[in-house]
């Protein structure tokens, strides 16, 4: 049976790990508990999960840092998130510097846990899969973003000029799931590539702004000093700090308050920022890229966006089309994911697609772009046994069979070979954003649940 992945928990608190564990195993993640350091990287060689939660504060000879910096001389590259109940930022500031992917302040939040864990697995999988296909001499680094049509052709030719000219930000824009966290990975390696051949780390921070909570999307941003407010017990770093050095992904950032707005466009002429409560500007050297769905100049029209910042950040925009306006690039993708799934899952013979598999790949119209492809394409691959992918294992919507038949009393009918209930719940929610045009509220009216409930499972399913 297929797992989620596999998570190994190294905490001396065994009610922490026996929490973090039960948690974990509910949402399909296989996990393994160490509660000491001892015999730990031989441990984790032999397991090999795909990620570790460790503690910071692990056993008095050793840390869980001297355990991540042990990971890194070993060239052990398993992402890594840290446990840490100090109130401080500065340990967790050195693991960033380590390399450790995020950090995780006790006693903690378990949806915050599940998130942060299924989005580091997902950049883990991206990466796994990038560098399979650069070590086999196929496929550079935009491998997702990449096409032979003209409009992916012009976008990574401005990508490679903005990077070559050090612009010190970007704008990109686009559908949900056309590659815009991607496009802004390989604009971040094309900068720093040099720098990490040399060993220097240099820091790729990604933050959801929709993600975040309208009261502390301000508090992330730009940090606090101590006193700010009544849970200010110590000076807090934001990602404009935290990003120093390298790259800050700024996602769905349209839906900032209108004072925030008018903070960040500070920070993008100043290169300073002031925490709050805080009565210094501090410098910071990072290229800012900010990433939406949203149609900005609609935002503007309607007073929701400012219009300076909107000419500000349109300096040096690229627009990523949807799968559907570059179709000619759908045999490439689906290729390269056919080939990286193959090599994932052990199925050497599995090489190609039948004509008609191809055929219904083209011509359907990807509402949720590159990520919907891929996840087709890795399901394909689990369940085909032959040496070619044919239509039989496709979702029935690709092929021209309706996955639900609606009736008059609303009966969904169950096909005859069975249905996993995930697929339908994902379809319903797709079907409910497009109609919508990704407007999760009146989503989730449609659906009949709630705004929180939705954004889960949006997340859950890699809808977003």
């Known amino acids: 049976m297929k797992t989620a992945g596999r998570i190994f928990l190294v905490d001396d608190d065994e009610l922490i790990v026996t929490m973090l564990a039960r948690s974990l195993q509910k949402e399909g993640y296989e996990t393994q508990v160490q509660t000491s350091g001892i015999d730990l990287l031989n441990k984790i060689v032999a397991w090999q999960p795909d990620l570790i939660l460790l503690d910071i504060q692990l056993d008095e000879d050793r840390n869980g840092l001297d355990i991540l910096e042990e990971l890194k001389r070993e060239k052990i590259q398993i992402p890594v998130v840290m446990l840490t ?126 993600a975040l909570p309208e009261n502390l999307i301000e508090n992330e941003l730009f940090g606090h000093s101590r006193g700010a407010f009544t849970d200010a017990k110590s000076d807090k770093k934001g990602v404009f700090e935290l990003a120093n050095g390298g790259t800050l992904l700024l996602d769905e950032f349209c839906d900032m308050r209108p004072d925030v707005q008018s903070k960040f466009l500070r920070v993008l002429e100043t290169r300073m920022v002031r925490r709050l409560g805080g009565k210094v500007d501090l410098s910071f050297d990072a290229t800012i890229i900010a990433a939406t769905n949203r149609d900005l100049k609609e935002a503007v029209a309607s007073g929701a966006f400012r219009e300076d910042l909107f000419y500000r950040l349109n300096t040096f925009a690229v627009h990523l089309p949807p799968l559907r306006e570059r179709k000619e690039d759908i045999p490439l993708l689906a290729n390269y994911f056919l080939t990286s799934f193959a090599h994932k899952y052990q199925k ?117």
């Open 348 to 464: 050497k013979n599995l090489r190609s697609f039948s004509a008609e598999a191809e055929k219904a790949l083209t011509s359907h119209r990807w509402p949720c772009n590159i990520r919907e492809l891929r996840n087709v394409i890795e399901r394909c691959v689990v369940l085909e046994e032959s040496d070619q992918i044919s239509t039989i294992h496709l979702p029935a919507d690709l092929t021209g069979q309706p996955m639900v038949e609606r009736r008059k009393n609303f009966q969904l009918l169950l096909p005859e070979e069975g249905i996993a209930l995930d697929d339908v719940e994902k379809d319903l929610i797709r079907q409910a954003l497009e109609r919508t045009n990704h407007n999760k509220t009146k989503a989730a009216q449609l659906l009949r649940i709630t705004y929180d409930t939705l954004r889960y499972q949006v997340k859950k399913f890699g809808l977003e």
């Open 85 to 210: 109940s100090d109130d401080s930022a500065e340990s967790a500031i050195r693991a960033m510097k380590l390399g450790a992917a995020d950090y995780l302040t006790k006693p903690f939040n378990i949806e915050e846990v599940l998130i942060v864990v299924a989005n580091i697995l997902e950049t883990s999988r991206l990466k796994d899969e990038v560098d399979y296909l650069r070590r086999s001499g196929q496929v550079c680094m935009d491998s997702q973003v990449a096409g032979n049509s003209p409009a992916m052709q012009d976008i990574l030719n401005k990508v490679e000029m903005f990077a070559k000219a050090r612009t010190g930000m970007m704008l990109i824009t686009g559908e949900s799931g056309t590659g815009k966290e991607v496009l802004a990975r390989y604009f971040h390696d094309l900068l720093h590539c040099e720098d990490e051949k040399s060993g220097n780390y240099a820091p790729f921070v990604a933050i959801n702004c929709t």
